[in-house]
Structure formats: structure tokens, C-alpha cells
């Protein structure tokens, strides 16, 4: 009887715990998730085994008779430059900027902070990994000039990072379900944009956005998934749902 009553308290106690930490352990699930699929991207990479896979996307923006040339008339050309402009380290930086200087105004330091360190840690793991793999960008005409390595897009992952770091920090002061999921819906139809531009321009390979994108969200998650853990514990504050923050210790 002690025995069963012992195995049934723990029982309860494991499914308790699995309760209470739901949202951390399916973070962890989709972080560990991400970055697989981007170890695998990397590795059948420099094996040369995305090569058939990269080029059958590539040539999907390219015009038949001549590969140099992107399809779509001249507006569309345009159009996608303004698009990847979005992801560009420069536009990305100042909306960074602007959206910390609201938040320290409005007493959101915490915020501030998670939104500064996600952006500035994925901006140096892009560079890390780009000098790492060193991969070269696709043999064509681009519409622009590049001076870094191919793999991972810089775009892409500076794009997914600082977007998806917005969203959370949107989704959490929005007041309602429907303004979060459209916080969310937002961050990831402009990070997926900036991706598919940077294919449609031939300035990166199809994998390298893959690629760019899974870590980019990882990033995003481990920093936002770290701000959460210690919010639950006290260590930093908590944005309430009127935008306000509770008492609490300012980082």
C-alpha cells in the first residue's frame, strides 16, 4: 500500500512538473529541433549533396534563356530590393535602436535588454559561422554587390532573430490573442520574405536561407525562452498585460 502510495505521489509530482514547465520544455523541443536541422543543412552542405537541391530553387527565379537574368518585370526587381532592404544590418540596427529608446522610456528594461542581446549575439554568430564554412555565393549576376561569405544568410538569420525577438516582445504586451498571433504571424511572413529575396536576387543559395532561417529562430527562442526562465524566478522583471511593468528588480 505505502508503495503504491509512493509511486502514484511521484507519479503526480512528474506530471506536475510537466504541467507547470509545458512552455520551457516545448521551447527547448523546437530549439533542439532547429538546430539539427540546421547541423544537417551544414553538413549535407559541405558534402556537396544540396548542390542539385540549390540549383533547381535558383533557376525558378532565373529567366530560361539567360540565366543572369532574374524573371519578373523591372518593378518586381525593385520590389525585391526594397524587400531586402528589411534584412539589411543597417535597417535592422535602427530599428533596434528606436524600439529599445520606447521601451527604456516606457520603463521596459528587461525588454530593452532581451531585444539588444538576441540581435547583437546573432550578429556575431552569423559572422563566426560565415568565416567558418567560408562558403562562395552562387556563380551568377546578382542585383547586388556582397562582401561576406554565403552560408548562413546573414539576412536571413539577422532577419528571423530580430523579428521573431520583436514578436515576442509584442505578443507579450499585446492585450489580446488575436493581436499576439498577429504579433507572430507578422515576424515570420517579413522574416520569410527577406529569405526568399535574397534567393530571388542570386546572392545566396536556397540552403543558406534554410539554414540562416533555423538558426536565426533558434537564436531567437533561446534568448526569449532565457528571458522567460528568469522572469518565472524573479531575476529580472515581468511586462504585464497593460504594458506596465510589475515590481520587481530592473536589470
Known sequence: MLHRWGKSAQVR??????????????????ISGLILAFLKIADEMLEGEMEEFDSTILFWFRDPNNIDQTIGPSWVHEMVRD???????SLLGLIVVVV??????????????LV????????????????SYDRPRPDLTTMSEQFTASFPSGHAMLSAVTFLTLGAVLAQLAPTRALRIFSFTMAIILTVMVGMSRIYMGVHF????LAGWCLGA?????????????????????INKGGNLTDGQDL
Open 116 to 131: 539588444i542581446i538576441s540581435v547583437l549575439g546573432g550578429t556575431l554568430l552569423s559572422t563566426v559561422l560565415k568565416t
Open 206 to 209: 536556397p540552403s543558406d536561407v
Open 100 to 113: 529599445c529608446i520606447c521601451l527604456v522610456m516606457a520603463r521596459m528594461r528587461g525588454a530593452a535588454l
Open 83 to 89: 524587400i531586402t532592404a528589411l534584412g539589411s544590418f
Open 13 to 30: 509530482r512528474v506530471r506536475d512538473f510537466v504541467t507547470a514547465e509545458a512552455p520551457l520544455l516545448a521551447a527547448i523541443a523546437i
Open 218 to 238: 533558434a537564436w531567437a527562442l533561446i534568448c526569449s525562452t532565457v528571458a522567460l526562465f528568469l522572469e518565472r524566478r524573479g531575476t529580472v522583471d515581468r
